[in-house]
């Protein structure tokens, strides 16, 4: 089972079908597609001032390597770890951007994929806007 957080704008909350089109479900933990291709995949999630940090930290690296004669390992080394960290920190990344975009964590849930997670968490704001009858008040 894995954990997701669910995001979505204080303003898309006023109908479960409109919400389930707009929330956006965010794994917790490492991810492979951020280590095998990471500025495709910041660029896919449109984590445009990461990316920018991402590539203006491996022209760094690129130009001190050549500076000061870093063997080509070295500068390898140093550029793979500095991807693994992202693999690492990159759905943490994701879920900064978008708070900075005004979505907001209104939710964790567990899901054996995203489609199982999105289910479970639907079902239960299905369940929880169901309106329970009132109880007979004891006199």
Same mark, same amino acid.
């Given at each position: 089972?894995?954990?997701?957080? !669910?995001?979505?704008?204080? &303003? &898309?909350?006023?109908?479960?079908?409109?919400?389930? /089109?707009?929330?956006?479900?965010?794994?917790? +933990?490492?991810?492979?597609?951020?280590?095998?291709?990471?500025?495709?995949?910041?660029?896919?999630?449109?984590?445009?001032?990461?990316? #920018?940090?991402? !590539? #203006?930290?491996?022209?760094?690296?690129?130009?001190?390597?050549?500076?000061?004669?870093?063997?080509?390992?070295?500068?390898?080394?140093?550029?793979? #770890?500095?991807?693994?960290?992202?693999?690492?920190? +990159?759905? /943490?990344?994701?879920?900064?951007?978008? &708070?900075?975009?005004?979505?907001?964590?209104? +939710?964790?849930?567990?899901?054996?994929?995203?489609?199982?997670?999105?289910?479970?968490?639907?079902?239960?704001?299905?369940?929880?806007?169901?309106?329970?009858?009132?109880?007979?008040?004891?006199?």
């Amino acid at each position: 089972m894995k954990l997701y957080s !669910v995001h979505y704008r204080h &303003e &898309e909350a006023s109908s479960l079908s409109g919400l389930a /089109d707009k929330a956006i479900l965010v794994k917790e +933990g490492f991810s492979w597609p951020a280590l095998f291709f990471g500025p495709l995949w910041l660029a896919w999630r449109s984590m445009w001032l990461v990316l #920018a940090f991402y !590539v #203006a930290l491996m022209l760094v690296i690129a130009a001190l390597a050549r500076l000061i004669g870093l063997p080509d390992g070295a500068a390898t080394i140093i550029t793979t #770890a500095i991807n693994l960290l992202l693999a690492l920190e +990159g759905n /943490d990344l994701l879920r900064w951007t978008l &708070e900075r975009r005004r979505y907001h964590e209104r +939710g964790i849930v567990l899901g054996g994929g995203l489609a199982e997670a999105e289910e479970r968490f639907f079902t239960g704001k299905a369940m929880a806007q169901r309106s329970l009858p009132e109880s007979p008040v004891a006199q």
